[in-house]
């Protein structure tokens, strides 16, 4: 296996780690990044969104994992790269990473991947525009599955409410009814590599835990692990909040994870934010 991935972030490197025998190449922005990518025995490729990839970039890639977030003008690895990848005749299973902004704002209830796509944002709605271009992309290439994986918020090592708890930066805002869907990486991760060992062309997964949650609950639980007083509740109207952070707080609703189980035979590692939160206390020393 030869798996390039356009943008090495969190995800792709939790699928990595899962793939020891394949090779790695990703996307770098700047020498500085390119740099730390071959420092973790990953091929470096310059790409900036904004032009093609270098000639023979593709040669030999077998996967293809795409995280670059899309712009107004759609995706970019779309845009400037189409071409280049419908020719790489190697590929098999592309993999690109969404978000379950993409369901919109359903006051709490339950969605699944059945459910209309009725972004609430111009976030959500790049997100619609960037899955349809995956698909189409490759509409007349059979040989190539094209997954697309919905995300919700991503936590895990170095990336979780802990940091903000313990400098005492963290907020327990509370709005009635507001619940979000939350996914541990390592949980990503599997996901991930179970599509590319069981590949269905045109699927659309929705990668979350068992346990939506208010987030004020989640700050609170960390800041217990941590044996720290919780930040005093706020109510959402009276907190001040950035444009962006306010439109987050906008959509509330349940994603249903129930397709990765009876398709992909997923089980998660982390079924709640209870059990992720405390793994990352212990990976960081924390506990």
């Known amino acids: 296996m030869r798996l390039f991935c356009f943008g090495y972030g969190f995800s792709a490197r939790a699928l990595a780690a899962l793939l020891p025998d394949a090779e790695i190449v990703a996307t770098a922005r700047s020498a500085e990044a390119a740099g730390e990518l071959k420092s973790l025995g990953v091929e470096a490729v310059p790409f900036d969104g904004t032009a093609p990839l270098p000639a023979g970039a593709l040669d030999g890639v077998t996967h293809l994992l795409a995280s670059v977030p899309p712009g107004d003008e759609g995706d970019p690895v779309v845009r400037h790269c189409g071409e280049q990848l419908r020719a790489a005749g190697a590929i098999r299973w592309v993999g690109y990473l969404s978000t379950?902004?993409?369901?919109?704002?359903?006051?709490?209830?339950?969605?699944?991947?059945?459910?209309?796509?009725?972004?609430?944002?111009?976030?959500?709605?790049?997100?619609?525009?960037?899955?349809?271009?995956?698909?189409?992309?490759?509409?007349?290439?059979?040989?190539?599955?094209?997954?697309?994986?919905?995300?919700?918020?991503?936590?895990g090592p170095g990336r979780s409410q802990f940091r903000a708890v313990r400098e005492g930066t963290a907020r327990r805002l509370v709005k009635p009814g507001q619940v979000f869907s939350r996914i541990h990486v390592d949980d990503i991760a599997q996901v991930l590599k179970a599509s590319i060992e069981r590949p269905r062309d045109g699927a659309a997964y929705n990668l979350c835990d068992d346990e939506p949650?208010?987030?004020?609950?989640?700050?609170?639980?960390?800041?217990?692990?941590?044996?720290?007083?919780?930040?005093?509740?706020?109510?959402?109207?009276?907190?001040?909040?950035?444009?962006?952070?306010?439109?987050?707080?906008?959509?509330?609703?349940?994603?249903s994870n129930t397709l990765i189980k009876e398709e992909l035979g997923i089980r998660l590692r982390f079924p709640n934010y209870r059990d992720g939160l405390r793994a990352v206390a212990k990976a960081e020393g924390l506990l």
């Open 100 to 155: 379950t902004g993409v369901y919109g704002d359903h006051q709490g209830g339950w969605v699944d991947e059945t459910t209309p796509l009725t972004p609430a944002g111009r976030r959500g709605e790049r997100r619609v525009t960037a899955e349809r271009q995956w698909l189409e992309l490759f509409a007349d290439r059979p040989e190539v599955s094209v997954q697309l994986f919905r995300l919700a918020g991503i936590y």
């Open 213 to 255: 949650a208010p987030p004020q609950d989640v700050v609170a639980f960390a800041a217990e692990l941590l044996g720290i007083d919780p930040p005093p509740e706020v109510a959402f109207e009276d907190a001040d909040l950035s444009p962006m952070a306010r439109s987050f707080y906008g959509e509330s609703k349940r994603v």
